[in-house]
């Protein structure tokens, strides 16, 4: 489409919001409570990579860039698109920006997505940029727009000075003493090249970024997204908590954001609303210096968007911080990210209906989703009420997150007030022993009944390894469920509808004893006849990584010392912390360094194979000398409470009374076994692997399946 008349549309645009009448402060504040609780549905975010990569060789148009992620948006239950226009790196943008930097670069200079390429230059030769073109899209349709910044995003910690990234502005380059860390030396918490908001000019170019938005473009809101990343000030990257000082700083920021948003809406003759998404616990939030209750009693807040890549309560948590403060509020649903999930997936559409259930059920005022792009996605359709999923198939998990704010904040997954379950984060089964957890349903099983719909509804427990299936009961809510049917490794029990609640449900399993003739099952056992299968993960290899089946075994080699460069496969085995466990592994070593490495959430370690010897890692005088590379060995090791003791080919070798704990709570519930890590090198031949995680059995995951029949077909 020729350039003058899409000019002529952002003209238009423009012309008419300064063109209407200017408004009293009293009475835009009136408009702008009104506006905060209108209907958002689902406020839909896009993190700006259709115009960052776009299809090489595809024909550029403004119809044809919509096309990739906003066009299809219209007329489903999307009421807001939330666009951002990269900030990634801090001070980079894909708008045509005065005070920050234009991200002109293309990624396949730097070895990044190839086959697209970054059409922001070309957006705005054309006379109107990505974000302009999305905001006038979503006028034309009934819906708002928002602008979008990530206020301290990370991506470009992949850059070193000898390997520059894509997204490491020069602002970064320029002003290295603008950043909580450096290059070569990684922060222990967060992330070194987060901007630190303690220097007066890093607040004030945010400020002048979010000023030149909402000066220059038609938008209803902005989304001041505190989630990407956490690390905001260089003590809490080093382990410490946020001063007053420094959180006072953020809320005076706030401020003078809200003034500003204030004055400008005054002259258009319309609010322009701010919205946050944050942490949802005012405790950790508090740690690394964002004083969100102090914002919401400043009135510096109109949406209150939670959670990300962890979650430390239920909605109602934020539904009641929100209603408190006279702010809406807005759950956020981003993609599941755990790892090792086999038979049920949290991002399938029934996992996606649960969770928007429990969130409506719980008060909120919509839905808020992250790293959703497709605009084809037949969610968008109906997550937007509970009306609209009432009587769909649906799967209920007890958790859907697996990020550790301890990361971010030392010592803040204890912070963490509902249950955990989920591959990484099994429920050790103890003989003998009823082992509870909860679980939300925010289903009304009655309203689809009215409408002639009948549901049937499955408790579905992983259970890896277990010989006999009745040897595990379950009761739901005190009413025990009906016998199991295994499927692979899980065991389906049917469950009486009437006994489910509205609301928070009480599982309890109880694993009766195996037969006394019965040998100890391996949960863990895989033998390299192929490459290792669901519920084991691993990262991607390239090209200086390799694994390779062989008549002997699974090679497994790390060639390689560039940042990400090693190969482990993980399996979410379920240890208790505190409790016993034991592996072993058949495995020859060829070279450098491998390792098998075991933890429960609390702590963990790594049983190192060189050449010359076997070595615990965090107990360094802990080690056998052996010559692993003449043969295959079988390595033993069993864990009771903080004692470790090795057996190799059968014959004890070392005792390591309390060496167990010494590693930190760095370790996922988890084993896992390869090569290296990025900065050495490593090669061995894996013959199997073997595990038992917990006394006696784990539940690895659990899913709550729902779905409903006619009532007479």
Same mark, same amino acid.
């Given at each position: ?136 899209? /979503? ?90 990343? %956490? ?8 382990? =410490?908590? $946020? ?13 003078? !954001? ?45 949406? %209150? ?22 702010? #809406? ?29 429990? /969130?409506?059920?719980?008060? !909120? ?29 649906? %799967? ?24 955990? %379950? ?19 349903? =925010?289903?009304?099983?009655? $309203? ?75 949960? !863990? ?55 016993? #466990? ?73 005792? /390591? ?6 590693? =930190?709570? $760095? ?16 090669? $061995?031949?894996?013959?199997? !692997? ?24």
């Amino acid at each position: 489409m020729p350039r003058r008349f899409w000019t002529m549309t952002v003209l238009v645009s423009i012309a008419t919001a300064a063109t209407a009448a200017p408004l009293g402060l009293d009475e835009l504040r009136a408009q702008r409570h009104d506006l905060a609780f209108r209907q958002r549905r689902i406020m839909a975010n896009n993190d700006g990579c259709d115009a960052l990569y776009y299809p090489r060789d595809a024909e550029l148009t403004p119809q044809a860039f919509l096309d990739q992620r906003t066009t299809a948006l219209a007329g489903t239950q999307v009421d807001c698109i939330s666009y951002c226009t990269i900030s990634s790196g801090f001070s980079f943008f894909t708008h045509d920006t005065k005070v920050g930097t234009v991200l002109t670069r293309q990624g396949a200079d730097y070895g990044i997505q190839p086959a697209k390429r970054n059409v922001t230059g070309e957006l705005i030769a054309q006379g109107a940029d990505c974000l302009k073109l999305v905001v006038d899209y /979503a006028h034309q349709h009934g819906m708002e727009a928002f602008w979008a910044m990530r206020m301290n995003d990370t991506h470009d910690v992949a850059h070193r000075p000898d390997q520059p990234f894509l997204l490491f502005p020069p602002l970064k380059a320029e002003h290295p003493e603008w950043l909580v860390g450096e290059p070569t030396k990684r922060t222990p918490f967060g992330r070194w090249s987060s901007v630190n908001y303690a220097v007066p000019e890093i607040r004030d170019l945010a400020f002048r970024y979010i000023e030149e938005v909402c000066t220059n473009y038609d938008v209803d809101g902005i989304e001041l997204d505190y989630f990407r990343h %956490l690390c905001y000030f260089p003590e809490t990257a080093q382990g =410490g908590q $946020a001063s007053p000082e420094e959180r006072a700083m953020l809320s005076e920021f706030m401020r003078r !954001v809200r003034a500003m948003t204030e004055a400008v809406g005054c002259r258009r003759g319309r609010p322009i609303l701010v919205a946050i998404r944050v942490p949802d616990s005012t405790e950790f939030s508090q740690g690394i210096g964002l004083d969100v209750e102090q914002w919401l009693k400043d009135g510096t807040v109109d949406l %209150l968007i939670t959670t990300g890549y962890f979650r430390f309560h239920d909605w109602d948590w934020t539904v009641a911080l929100a209603r408190q403060y006279g702010v #809406a509020a807005y759950a956020g649903l981003s993609e599941s990210r755990i790892r090792g999930e086999t038979r049920f997936r949290r991002n399938s559409a029934p996992g996606y209906r649960a969770r928007a259930t429990n /969130a409506w059920f719980a008060g !909120v005022h919509g839905l808020y989703t992250f790293n959703q792009f497709s605009p084809r996605w037949p969610q968008w359709q109906e997550i937007g009420s509970l009306e609209a999923l009432q009587g769909t198939e649906k %799967l209920y998990f007890v958790s859907s997150r697996d990020g550790r704010p301890g990361s971010y904040l030392k010592d803040s997954d204890s912070l963490r007030a509902i249950p955990s %379950l989920m591959p990484g984060h099994g429920l050790p089964l103890k003989t003998g022993e009823e082992t509870t957890v909860t679980l939300l349903v =925010g289903e009304d099983l009655a $309203a689809p009944r009215q409408a002639g719909l009948v549901p049937t509804v499955t408790a579905c427990v992983e259970v890896p390894g277990l010989g006999d299936p009745q040897r595990l009961s379950l009761r739901v809510n005190g009413q025990l469920a009906g016998l199991p049917v295994r499927t692979k490794n899980w065991l389906d029990f049917p469950v009486d509808p009437a006994c489910l609640k509205q609301g928070t449900n009480q599982l309890a399993f109880t694993l009766a004893p195996a037969p006394a003739d019965q040998a100890p099952d391996w949960p !863990v056992d895989y033998v390299a006849s192929a490459l290792p299968q669901g519920p084991w993960t691993s990262e991607r290899t390239s090209a200086q990584v390799v694994r390779e089946l062989r008549d002997d075994g699974l090679l497994i080699a790390d060639r390689g010392t560039a940042p990400g460069q090693y190969l482990y496969y993980h399996y979410p085995w379920g240890k208790e912390p505190g409790g016993k #466990a034991v592996f072993e592994v058949e495995v020859k070593v060829i070279s450098g360094v491998n390792a098998v490495i075991f933890g429960d959430g609390a702590t963990g370690d790594r049983l190192r194979l060189y050449p010359d010897r076997v070595q615990l890692y965090h107990s360094g005088d802990q080690r056998v000398d052996l010559d692993t590379t003449d043969r295959f060995h079988t390595y033993r090791l069993e864990i009771d409470g903080q004692d470790l003791t090795l057996a190799i080919d059968g014959e004890p070798r070392l005792v /390591a009374k309390g060496a167990y704990g010494k590693g =930190g709570s $760095a370790y996922r519930n988890e084993i896992s076994f390869g090569a290296a890590n990025s900065p050495e090198v490593g090669e $061995a031949v894996w013959k199997a !692997v073997r595990a038992r995680g917990g006394d006696s059995a784990s539940c690895n995951d659990f899913a709550l399946h729902i779905q409903y029949a006619p009532a007479n077909p």
